[in-house]
């Protein structure tokens, strides 16, 4: 069965800046989806000033796997929406946060930490290292993805330490950075990429695309077990108490 | 120089219950902070019912390692107070979470997921395994420590995987538990240890008092580097971009 | 395509002990093979006594997942094999060792300690929780598996720390167990799973053999990158040296 | 008490290159006994051409954390001091891999890997991001170390990943590497530290001094418990079996 994608943008670079039109004519959301329906995946958008930023319940409940892309209005993302979408990815929803997603609310809130880190844009080169190869995340990938052009993120990144590390950029400016970070948590599976700027036409590059696809088949839901909460007062065994 | 720890309970339940007034006369902050006095730290406790719940600014710019024990008024705990703990872990303070605890604001806050498990209160037996016997926090530990009556805790405990388990529970009734988990979360340490019942005396166990005093040394800070996190404009290394 | 599994058995315990052969008239390998057909998978089985173990470079170039059981022959396992086994595993095929097998050569080596453990053989109750819900082993069981009559393990399992712990283990005598135990090594994934005793009918059971079709799905290789190792003696990038 | 340190060293470089015995006018294991001296630890050396190698079962009884370094002869040590080696660490000696020493016997038996890498020797800069920095071994670090001529080492490296990741390494010439990872194994902790080149004088760098004196101190051995293996026949807990 085909998974469910929701890509999400905040899209406002799109509405006041002519050079991003230009790279995604589509908006990033457009860029996203039009890539992951060539692979199989039933795919739909949601955006920022849409009612309910175009994540209704009903939305929410046919996501399988939810893209998260932001920047300049994470705050204005409502604490209603981002509770609901917490809650779906400690059901079992996948989530994949791209770049400047770092910062968002959903992000945060589920890291538990800042999130911070260092950035720079004059466009120097980035290459993506594969640091755990047997991983599904690298499947199609070479030893690297280089990147000409890229907004510098650099460490301390500050998010617990992933359950795997996928990837780790190299910039020519001389940082380094955990670039593709995996993370289970509730029933859910979280996983942040970092390349992504609304300029640079990072999400047109074909390893780019080929790690979004990886990602969502590996974020997709499993049919595990629901664990029941509270109180169980009879014990499973019998003993001498 | 003396490692410097600050007791926060709760304290509800010695107001109300003359069976915890008689385990813990002084109430569970004092009984674990008279054992710590014993190794050589420099102890204060505080409480939900005083100003600020006892955590001032002051009170926590003096604290290296923070306890905290609460179970019937998380709610209570105001979010300001939560920020700046919250804020101090991040900047490096320790934090030792007990038992019923794991329900509580700040260690929610700080895991990013419910925390939620399931519980019984029958009395039954706990067994903690050593996982990690090389860890520090298992110093002076033996293979175990059996513990003949307490509250249950049972799987699924929904945390993040921590970064070191170093206990296991088996419990007469047949669950198991997460019961000694380490993290770091930025430049801080968190140690979530299962035990503590308010009316069973755990807090009286010599093996319990040392994993405590244990933990309060792992979870020291370090005088490690202060991250300088946003724009940094400038390149450290000129490169053809 | 068909994931291409082999099942390697030592296959001893059934030509000596009627017992075994009642419960498994076909041999623990082909108990296990016989599920895995069900599952669409291509599979084949191996055994300590055919030329090479049956583990020719033709079968194990062949071969996307191999599945270990071994107990009381460990020694005579050659060790040119397990070094090509070993080889394998680092370039990506799937190894999937169970219970009696974490003490056979080519888990040990690819772990990298003694993987002793506890034992006892009294047939009592296990129970085996699921603490990662949301991993892809766990698809289609519950909160816990229930095995009323097994052979006891118990910590300390001198194992590395799991990249990811699925399962732990409660036993009625006492004990809790790592059960469920991912890893990667190389390009390789790793899973050891430490129910299936001789003589108790553990193979025949409908959970188990549904973590084992999981195992094998999780362990298929992907076409990830291959690593270049040694001299790179020009730089990817031109700097000022 | 003195940690009890032993540094070993290969020492041929020193013995056929006179740039490295300028460098190192009593080899790298004087200089690297000589700061560590400084810090109030009981120190010895021992090198390969020595009986035994230096590491007789009493040197090795009396050693709380061995650090090694090795290049050129890594297949001259012998398999018998190896496994004695390896017992140690596994019986809780703590255990320092520096730079080339990633291919020395004693660490790939403990990996489980081949620990294989890429490597270039035209003297880059490198720089070596803490990105966990309330670890212990970041204790008095910077962001980062610089240094500004060393041998690079690039991914894929090929290890499990590591317990704890301290430090990533920038390479000039567009690597980046896993250069600081802690890792549990069997009793003992491990701590594997890329810098350390013969001619480059990596050990004299003030920084680099200070992750080793506080590697010593976070992989010196706890009195954690003594696990007992094998046969446990009787249950520790009565049931109805």
Redesign the interface.
Known sequence: MAIRVTVWNEGRHEQINEEVRRVYPEGIHGAIANHLLTQGMKVRTATLDEPEHGLTDEVLADTDVLIWWAHIAHHEVSDEVVDKVYQRV?D?MGLIVLHSGHFSKIFR??????C?????E????E?L????????I??????YIELPNTE?Y?????I??P???VF?????????F?SGCC???????IFYFRPGHETFPIFHNKDIQRVLTNAVRWAA?????????????????????
């Open positions: 400690l079992g809130k589920l890291m538990g930490t800042t911070d880190l260092k950035w720079r004059i466009g120097e080169k290459r290292w594969v640091v755990e190869p047997g991983h599904p690298a499947e199609g990938i070479g030893e510098m650099g460490e301390r990144f500050d617990p330490a359950d795997t590390l780790i950029s190299w910039f020519a400016g001389g940082e380094v955990r993370y289970h948590r509730g029933r859910g599976k839901p499993v049919d595990g077990p629901v664990p029941r909460f509270g109180h169980h007062p009879e014990p499973l065994e019998k003993f001498e108490g």
